[in-house]
């Protein structure tokens, strides 16, 4: 783990220790002072990076209040931190339930199935996989009864979809959503029992929390069920409030696949875990979609009808793999627009978990508006998954910055970040711990597949030694080489998700077009290449190209690493002479200077490539050299008519991205090594903190470097050499 997050990580696992009670985390340290359901799997996926046994603990703990019927209740009480909360046992009387466990304290509803997720990750980051199989083996038939009971209690038409009973069950309290099947009841004071809200207080404003209205409306809830001695036929049949939510059936969704692997470790079938998951995921993108928004909403059951309220709840199918591409590409245009702070939008921290262009929307407001590490952390996972990597980056920065600029709180302001509700809030510091983990989690390649890797390129390796020639004037091939890099780029390039797939370009007829193009390169002489822009295009463009052909070539898996010395081992012939992607970058695009980490200059004296150098070196060249990692420029053509803006655009998107953070509070910034390698292309330290400035979209973290430019302390972030694939 890079040193550069370690003071972070640190005080994170300070708070989960502090709110250890022994056998389990509560949520906060005084507003919810008991063990909660799905915070217990967040606080369990921070902790199997560090402390297994207790990431496992946590788990169990909340599984031994289990009900007989599956249900997994939502508060586990501490009986030794009664009377500090409200409704505790004594108001939810679970005696009354024939399921009750005896010999535990908990409430009477459940919340979002996370549980398989976190004991997958328990598994997946436990350092000895062999020593976790006998908790897998204890906890495997506990999941399934839970993930039964939902689907044999909660979906009586066998939809796929189960129900929730409860706005607490939803885990987003008093979402918008919920508005509408709430108000619908009628609450008659003279029958809803006498309550006291203990929520009020522990230094959270009250206009932070649910409304007095929505209480009522949770009481008369929990009032209903105990009347019903909790039998689900009972509660059914009275209960106003059903309602098939998008987050809780998304959550469930990507359980079952969690599930499902479990299975296949234990030796188990998977089919069971399966079979749910391809139904869920069929329903949710059917019932749920709401074609006109291109958003998920929630159905209510009681009309029928989907609840026409867009929340951040309505991305979630995304982490459960449930939307169709196009849902997702639709979802993606909202999820990504001023209504929940889009990329390099500048003045909001993303994503809200309410749409802020609505007259509704409530910065301050719990679940009506603030950004929540828990949910951007699942949706940031689920763009992920659907190859939206820009996006996720840009979510992955704000929630490194959040907590580390604001404190570790329960959630905060979308536009200032300002912490609020609890501060020292568990799940923020868990899933913390794992975001900085997966930051910098690096895929060592197998052993044989980097002996192959290193014997392909030991001697170099000429990418263009075939010998068909193409039938063209060797003076018009720079241009043709140009126009068959862009139709790759058109057919195989995802410029906004900044991915190339390498397999269908491996095999496709403008591939192996553009080889035949590059044999002709054997003749070819640059000083063809007429303006600054023309070469500028060329050189990068063939940088970028060459890169994927070596990836193609190597047949390299998961990063360019797998083949030692990449950049410097791949050539093409041009003329008489060879040119590896580190001649074009350190000889040719940075003016032929001595490249980071060695001792002479890329072109030595005498060397004829030198008749190519490009003067004076343009920064913006390193946003635009692609090379094949998460932290390297989203690759592109570059086109030598509109080369400027698109060198902008590219150095914008770097300096707005996760390679760079702002952390006015502690008076420093963390950048990209990138900045480090190249310190002098920028003009040194003044140089690279002017470039920034130019490039920031934040106003507020430009101020910050206009002013403290002098004091400011530079830190520098690791590089990711993961593929872009
Ligand atoms: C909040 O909900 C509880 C009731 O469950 C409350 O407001 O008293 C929600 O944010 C919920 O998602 C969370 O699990 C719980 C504890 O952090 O607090």
Not at 139 to 159: Q, V
Request: charged share 25%.
């Amino acid at each position: 783990m890079s040193r550069i997050f370690a003071d972070y990580v640190e005080k994170a696992k300070i708070i989960l220790k502090n709110n250890w009670t022994g056998a389990s985390t509560k949520p906060a340290p005084s507003l919810y002072p008991h063990q909660w359901n799905w915070d217990s799997g967040f606080v369990a996926i921070g902790k199997s990076h560090y402390n297994t046994s207790q990431a496992i603990l946590e788990i169990e703990r909340l599984f031994e209040a289990q009900w007989a019927n599956g249900m997994l209740p939502q508060i586990v009480f501490d009986p030794k931190a009664l009377g500090h909360y409200f409704p505790e046992p004594d108001f939810w009387e679970m005696e009354r339930s024939l399921h009750a466990p005896v010999d535990k304290l908990t409430s009477g509803i459940t919340m979002p199935p996370v549980h398989a997720i976190a004991v997958e990750e328990i598994y997946q980051n436990a350092r000895q996989q062999r020593r976790i199989l006998p908790f897998l083996k204890r906890i495997y038939p506990k999941l399934i009864a839970l993930h039964s009971y939902l689907y044999e209690e909660r979906d009586p038409e066998k939809e796929g979809l189960v129900y929730i009973r409860h706005p607490w069950e939803s885990g987003i309290d008093n979402s918008p959503t919920w508005d509408i099947p709430l108000m619908r009841i009628k609450i008659d004071k003279a029958t809803l029992p006498d309550y006291t809200r203990k929520d009020l207080g522990h230094g959270v404003d009250s206009s932070m929390r649910p409304s007095d209205e929505d209480y009522d409306r949770y009481i008369y809830l929990v009032d209903l069920f105990r009347r019903c001695d909790y039998d689900e036929a009972c509660i059914r049949e009275s209960c106003e409030f059903l309602i098939q939510d998008p987050l809780f059936n998304s959550i469930l969704c990507r359980a079952n696949e969690s599930l499902a692997r479990i299975a296949e470790v234990i030796g188990e079938s998977p089919d069971l875990p399966q079979s749910w998951s391809k139904k869920t995921s069929a329903a949710i993108r059917k019932k749920l979609w709401h074609g006109e928004h291109g958003i998920f909403d929630a159905c209510d059951l009681i009309t029928g009808e989907l609840i026409e309220i867009d929340t951040a709840a309505g991305f979630l199918p995304l982490f459960a793999g449930a939307a169709t591409r196009e849902q997702a590409q639709i979802i993606y245009e909202r999820l990504n627009s001023a209504s929940f702070c889009g990329l390099h939008q500048g003045n909001c921290f993303t994503i809200p978990n309410y749409d802020t262009q609505k007259e509704d929307f409530d910065r301050l407001n719990y679940w009506r508006g603030p950004v929540w590490i828990n949910i951007n952390w699942m949706l940031a996972n689920g763009l992920k998954r659907y190859g939206y990597t820009l996006k996720a980056d840009s979510m992955r920065k704000d929630l490194l910055q959040l907590p580390i600029r604001f404190g570790f709180h329960e959630y905060f302001d979308s536009f200032d970040g300002t912490g609020y509700g609890s501060d020292n809030f568990s799940w923020t510091a868990a899933l913390f711990i794992d975001l900085v983990e997966e930051f910098y989690e690096s895929e060592e390649p197998g052993f044989e597949l980097k002996k192959l890797a290193k014997s392909l390129v030991s001697r170099g390796q000429v990418l263009n030694s075939g010998q068909k020639k193409p039938e063209i004037q060797p003076e018009s091939l720079a241009a043709e080489l140009m126009k068959s890099i862009r139709s790759m780029k058109d057919s195989y390039y995802d410029t906004q998700r900044g991915l190339v797939d390498y397999e269908r370009l491996r095999q496709s007829p403008e591939f192996q077009h553009y080889r035949i193009l590059t044999n002709g390169l054997k003749e070819f002489n640059p000083s063809h290449l007429k303006s600054r822009k023309e070469k500028l295009a060329f050189w990068i463009n063939l940088y970028n190209t060459i890169v994927v052909d070596g990836i193609i070539t190597l047949k390299i898996k998961n990063s360019v690493k797998e083949a030692p010395e990449f950049f410097k081992k791949i050539k093409y012939q041009i003329g008489d002479t060879l040119f590896s992607p580190d001649d074009i970058e350190h000889g040719i695009l940075r003016g032929n200077v001595r490249p980071y980490f060695r001792l002479i200059r890329q072109f030595g004296p005498g060397d004829t490539r030198r008749a190519w150098i490009l003067k004076p070196v343009d920064p913006r060249i390193h946003f635009a050299l692609v090379c094949g990692s998460r932290s390297c420029a989203p690759i592109d053509y570059y086109d030598s008519e509109r080369i400027d803006l698109q060198l902008d655009k590219a150095a914008k998107s770097f300096i707005n991205s996760s390679e760079v953070l702002i952390l006015p509070e502690e008076g420093k910034i963390l950048i990209s090594d990138i900045f480090r390698w190249y310190e002098k292309d920028f003009g040194g330290r003044g140089g690279i903190l002017d470039f920034i400035f130019n490039f920031l979209v934040d106003d507020k973290a430009k101020e910050f470097i206009r002013k403290e430019r002098q004091k400011l302390k530079i830190e520098y972030l690791h590089y990711d050499w993961n593929l872009n694939r």
